[in-house]
């Protein structure tokens, strides 16, 4: 009995971290987790409980894509294009209920890009964006009573994505004025803060035990963005008159799925090895899909070690991409119609991520690590 209870704590640690389903570094795919963090641990709360949380996320994004092919050319002779990307998440979930959870996220970033082809095409230079991002807030709630199914249970949850962050986020580009002077311009859209659109979030996260020390677990959300486009020009149609139809942002639906499993070390440490899939699609499943978008999905190894005590839990996580995809956008395709030429966009993916996180939790009723493992909790 102590061996599963422990296992039960090590379990809803483990995936405080991780179901934030951060994006795995593609140009493609912005800073984003769910509305509720999508955490596990900080959502199995008892009547009156909160959790604090902060989550750090870094990832450098450098090999370019085209479908599933790479370009190495593009490193090999310098005209890759390089995202430095930091982000915080700030929560703070509460429980309604010992079922019905509610939280709310506060994200901020400190962005950098580095190319040619922004800056006249002779000369790197960077751009930077930073600040609020989009907060989300959203509810949830688990279908089985996490007291009496320990060994297993699935939660189903909304939010909404607010359009707190900046998306109209300027920085100078130099050589692309009158005479080659610099001039300010939006950052590209893989930088920008916030994607100027209201949203909403869909999400679920279950767990499994399996033996005394072995359990499964996983997650997703789905953001559905009905806004198309947000009117902040790209200046893209400065580069190539094909390029005219991404002359303005779009507002794309973005997505995540993670499962793995998960093994108990100790009595305080987990480690645990799952899979990743991530991305944002071609077209969204509500409104139009127009203007500048970068379509992209990866598909990752994720493993992770957890360590929790008590109210405390630190957590760290490490995706490493497998497979990069980088498909034919609705402009694209457009392009591709308009001059009978083949025309595929390509986007700068990341090798890996780094995801670290700490959380607390503030018992106002009685939490779950206040439970006795002698109590009559059932762990078949």
Same mark, same amino acid.
């Given at each position: 009995?102590?061996?599963?209870?422990?296992?039960?704590?090590?379990?809803?640690?483990?995936?405080?971290?991780?179901?934030?389903?951060?994006?795995?570094?593609?140009?493609?795919?912005?800073?984003?987790?769910?509305?509720?963090?999508?955490?596990?641990?900080?959502?199995?709360?008892?009547?009156?409980?909160?959790?604090?949380?902060?989550?750090?996320?870094?990832?450098?994004?450098?090999?370019?894509?085209?479908?599933?092919?790479?370009?190495?050319?593009?490193?090999?002779?310098?005209?890759?294009?390089?995202?430095?990307?930091?982000?915080?998440?700030?929560?703070?979930?509460?429980?309604?209920?010992?079922?019905?959870?509610?939280?709310?996220?506060?994200?901020?970033?400190?962005?950098?890009?580095?190319?040619?082809?922004?800056?006249?095409?002779?000369?790197?230079?960077?751009?930077?964006?930073?600040?609020?991002?989009?907060? &989300?807030? $959203?509810? #949830? =709630?688990? +279908?089985?009573?996490?007291?009496?199914?320990?060994? @297993?249970?699935?939660?189903? /949850?909304?939010?909404?994505?607010?359009?707190?962050?900046?998306?109209?986020?300027?920085?100078?580009?130099?050589?692309?004025?009158?005479?080659?002077?610099?001039?300010?311009?939006?950052?590209?859209?893989?930088?920008?803060?916030?994607?100027?659109?209201?949203?909403?979030?869909?999400?679920?996260?279950?767990?499994?035990?399996?033996?005394?020390?072995?359990?499964?677990?996983?997650?997703?959300?789905?953001?559905?963005?009905?806004?198309?486009?947000?009117?902040?020009?790209?200046?893209?149609?400065?580069?190539?008159?094909?390029?005219?139809?991404?002359?303005?942002?779009?507002?794309?639906?973005?997505?995540?799925? &993670?499962? $793995?499993? #998960? =093994?108990? +070390?100790?009595?305080?440490?987990?480690?645990?090895? @799952?899979?990743?899939?991530? /991305?944002?699609?071609?077209?969204?499943?509500?409104?139009?899909?127009?203007?500048?978008?970068?379509?992209?999905?990866?598909?990752?190894?994720?493993?992770?070690?957890?360590?929790?005590?008590?109210?405390?839990?630190?957590?760290?996580?490490?995706?490493?991409?497998?497979?990069?995809?980088?498909?034919?956008?609705?402009?694209?395709?457009?392009?591709?119609?308009?001059?009978?030429?083949?025309?595929?966009?390509?986007?700068?993916?990341?090798?890996?991520?780094?995801?670290?996180?700490?959380?607390?939790?503030?018992?106002?009723?009685?939490?779950?690590?206040?439970?006795?493992?002698?109590?009559?909790?059932?762990?078949?």
């Amino acid at each position: 009995m102590k061996t599963k209870y422990a296992l039960f704590l090590l379990l809803i640690s483990i995936l405080i971290l991780p179901q934030t389903m951060k994006a795995q570094g593609c140009v493609a795919i912005r800073h984003f987790s769910s509305s509720i963090g999508n955490e596990l641990e900080s959502n199995l709360l008892g009547k009156g409980d909160f959790q604090v949380g902060m989550n750090y996320r870094y990832f450098k994004s450098f090999r370019h894509f085209k479908g599933t092919e790479e370009e190495p050319d593009r490193v090999s002779n310098n005209t890759e294009v390089i995202n430095y990307s930091h982000s915080w998440d700030f929560s703070l979930n509460y429980g309604l209920t010992d079922r019905l959870y509610a939280g709310i996220t506060i994200p901020t970033v400190l962005n950098e890009r580095s190319s040619l082809y922004e800056h006249g095409r002779e000369e790197r230079h960077k751009t930077f964006s930073r600040g609020l991002a989009d907060i &989300r807030v $959203g509810m #949830g =709630y688990w +279908l089985f009573d996490p007291e009496t199914h320990l060994n @297993g249970n699935l939660a189903l /949850g909304l939010g909404l994505k607010l359009p707190t962050g900046n998306y109209n986020a300027t920085d100078v580009f130099y050589n692309v004025g009158p005479e080659a002077s610099p001039q300010t311009r939006p950052v590209d859209q893989s930088i920008q803060p916030g994607d100027g659109g209201f949203g909403l979030t869909v999400d679920f996260q279950f767990y499994q035990t399996i033996t005394d020390d072995l359990f499964m677990y996983g997650g997703g959300f789905y953001l559905f963005n009905p806004k198309e486009t947000n009117g902040i020009r790209t200046f893209r149609e400065t580069l190539s008159p094909i390029l005219d139809n991404e002359s303005i942002m779009s507002v794309p639906d973005q997505f995540a799925l &993670r499962a $793995g499993l #998960g =093994y108990a +070390l100790s009595h305080t440490f987990s480690a645990s090895l @799952g899979a990743r899939f991530e /991305g944002v699609p071609v077209e969204d499943v509500i409104g139009g899909s127009g203007g500048f978008r970068r379509p992209g999905n990866v598909l990752s190894i994720d493993p992770g070690i957890s360590f929790m005590k008590h109210n405390f839990s630190v957590n760290l996580n490490v995706p490493v991409a497998l497979r990069r995809d980088r498909p034919q956008s609705v402009t694209d395709l457009e392009t591709q119609l308009a001059t009978g030429e083949p025309r595929n966009g390509d986007a700068a993916f990341a090798d890996y991520l780094i995801n670290l996180g700490i959380s607390y939790r503030i018992g106002g009723g009685k939490s779950i690590s206040e439970i006795e493992p002698e109590s009559d909790l059932q762990f078949d």
